[in-house]
């Protein structure tokens, strides 16, 4: 057997795996909301400067780990220009908008964060979306190892954090049925990753090591998905 053949065959499945021509990086990644649209808040903070924090926090260490890494969005403007009428076309556009920013990916994930419909101060946790009809298999999988390991970096932090499961985004009760960020035709999942609306998660983020944590779970989940994946 060559030296050469030896190399090959010691080459992990996940890198063959990762490296392909074709797109234009392994990882999608969507800092949700913008200025325009702030999301939730707490303590003070705004759901889309959390996100953007995160996903720079995700973004070197993926690089670190081999992958290559678009965001959707790097300052806290949207992407689009967030002025239809109507707010279920508006959010159509810019989700649609922040996809076709990123590229051809292998996988799409969307960083946000919580809150309770009624502004439930007692409600808090981490729960995951994917959606069903959009490579299905794929996209439960990727959710399930997002959830498990944004939860596992924080209980390493030392943050115990309800797990409120994996769902089908339509148990999330959208007007217009599935998240638009998950209809991307690839692997896609929505963390929601704590509650604003919460007063010990609000104050709890505005802890840089607790980001820091969470970017970490990200990471992981992230990459126990490519690495478990069949080329």
Known sequence: MSTITQIVRQIPLKVTFWVDSGFDADVGLDPGHSRVDVGSAGAGVGEYQHTLDVAFRIKPLLEAAGLSVNLSRTTNEPVSSMSNPDF??????????????????????????????TADPRQSGIETYYNSDNVGPESLRL?????????????????????????????????????????????????????????????????????????????????????????
């Open 88 to 117: 279920i076309e508006r959010t159509r556009i810019e989700q649609t908008a922040r996809l076709q920013v990123v590229g051809r990916v292998r996988i799409y994930v969307s960083i946000h964060f919580n809150a309770a419909a």
């Open 143 to 231: 959710a399930n190892a997002l959830q498990q390991n944004v939860l596992g970096a924080l209980l390493d932090y030392g943050y115990e954090a309800l797990d409120r499961g994996t769902k089908e985004d339509l148990t999330d009760g959208k007007p217009y049925g599935h998240f638009f960020s998950l209809r991307g035709g690839i692997p896609s999942a929505l963390v929601e990753g704590l509650f604003l609306t919460n007063p010990t998660e609000a104050r709890l983020l505005l802890h840089d090591d607790a980001r820091q944590a969470i970017a970490q779970g990200y990471t992981r989940g992230i990459l126990n998905y490519f690495s478990n994946a069949v080329s």
